[in-house]
T-cell receptor, first 109, second 111 residues
Framework: DAKTTQPTSMDCAEGRAANLPCNHSTISGNEYVYWYRQIHSQGPQYIIHGLKNNETNEMASLIITEDRKSSTLILPHATLRDTAVYYCIAGGSNYKLTFGKGTLLTVNP | NAGVTQTPKFQVLKTGQSMTLQCAQDMNHEYMSWYRQDPGMGLRLIHYSVGAGITDQGEVPNGYNVSRSTTEDFPLRLLSAAPSQTSVYFC??????????FGPGTRLTVL
């Protein structure tokens, strides 16, 4: 899996969009970008993944740059329940992912 | 669907004891994985399986054994527990749509 770099922590106001960046400059052509989050000490929760195109689902949007060296996860209207550690992972196989330390997103009232 | 279930939720062992962490999924997924998470760290892959009868090592396999006799079950065995194995253990199964579903975890303390 390619190495990813994320900020250690970020803050966001409730109701505003949360934009979480991720750098994966060594990503190879067949590696996906996955995003997971972990609330308190629960099991990680899948959010979204993409290869080249931007993706959107009911939870979030994923914007991948054209050169695929970085991406941004967007939570359009953050709530207090979105406070969690967010992991960006670049990998080819979804069953053997390499998790870094992620970004602690704190949503403030 | 219950998703991915893990038992027990908590366990305390003495050094040298052995035990099995249970993991089951009811989604008929071929791929299953075991991770451990130490305080303040991300998850590290222990072992994984791409189908019944097939297992392989991950990043930190030493001290652990796995087997996959059925699609549903993927138990993790600690052969001789050590304090360094104190951790939270997560089991996961992966769908064909590239989503990985995680269980609630087993919190293990080795004294």
């Amino acid at each position: 899996d390619a190495k990813t770099t994320q900020p250690t922590s970020m803050d966001c106001a409730e109701g505003r969009a949360a934009n979480l960046p991720c750098n994966h400059s060594t990503i190879s052509g067949n590696e996906y970008v996955y995003w997971y989050r972990q609330i308190h000490s629960q099991g990680p929760q899948y959010i979204i993944h993409g290869l080249k195109n931007n993706e959107t689902n009911e939870m979030a949007s994923l914007i991948i740059t054209e050169d695929r060296k970085s991406s941004t996860l967007i939570l359009p209207h953050a709530t207090l329940r979105d406070t969690a550690v967010y992991y960006c992972i670049a990998g080819g196989s979804n069953y053997k992912l390499t998790f870094g330390k992620g970004t602690l997103l704190t949503v403030n009232p | 669907n219950a998703g991915v279930t893990q038992t027990p939720k908590f366990q305390v062992l003495k050094t040298g004891q052995s035990m099995t962490l249970q993991c089951a999924q009811d989604m008929n997924h071929e791929y299953m994985s075991w991770y451990r998470q130490d305080p303040g760290m991300g998850l590290r892959l222990i072992h994984y399986s791409v189908g019944a009868g097939i297992t392989d090592q991950g990043e930190v396999p030493n001290g652990y054994n796995v087997s996959r006799s059925t699609t549903e079950d993927f138990p993790l065995r600690l052969l001789s527990a050590a304090p360094s194995q104190t951790s939270v253990y997560f089991c996961a199964s992966s769908s064909p749509n590239n989503e990985q579903f995680f269980g609630p975890g087993t919190r293990l303390t080795v004294l």
